[in-house]
């Protein structure tokens, strides 16, 4: 039973990390115009389906844990819903996101591979590079 509650936070943070790196991948695309930035993300969005791909637990058995329905923090808002983000705060929101992310999937796997959780470190502190340049951009 606890295997599969760590598989779904394994699941859960896997999708938040890859879904946050995707959005500052496209801001950075789209908005802030930036060729090799755009590139680094996409690398590290990579890195992390790599990463998570040669994991010793097999992908069907994350997607297997997870369980949406039962999720009790599915409607938590933190923030004032009537306060709407700019674009520069949406970047560094899901730089954050995506960091905080690879943090928990670091943590989680060092008792299943310290291989993958040195990767997912690495990722993390890559993206902390690419947001300082990020920053810049402002």
């Known amino acids: 039973m606890m295997k599969k509650k760590i598989y ?3 699941d859960a943070n896997y999708n938040r990390a890859k879904e946050a790196t995707r959005v500052a991948e496209d801001l950075i695309r789209f908005i802030w115009n ?13 890195e992390i ?8 637990v097999k992908y069907r058995v994350l997607v297997q844990a997870r369980d949406t329905g039962a ?6 808002v933190v923030r004032d819903q009537k306060q709407i983000p700019t674009l520069k705060d ?6 954050k996101r995506g ?7 670091e943590e989680l796997s060092k ?15 890559k993206l902390y590079e690419l947001e300082k340049k990020a920053i810049r951009k402002f």
Do not use: M, W, Y
């Open 8 to 10: 779904r936070l394994l």
């Open 34 to 46: 930036d060729r090799n930035l755009t590139r680094e993300l996409k690398n590290c969005r990579h």
């Open 49 to 56: 389906t790599k990463t998570l791909l040669t994991f010793p």
């Open 71 to 76: 999720d009790v923090g599915k409607h938590h």
């Open 90 to 95: 949406t970047t560094v929101i899901n730089f």
């Open 99 to 105: 960091q905080e992310s690879l943090r928990v999937l």
């Open 111 to 125: 008792a299943i591979s310290q291989k993958h959780s040195d990767s997912f470190k690495r990722i993390r502190f």
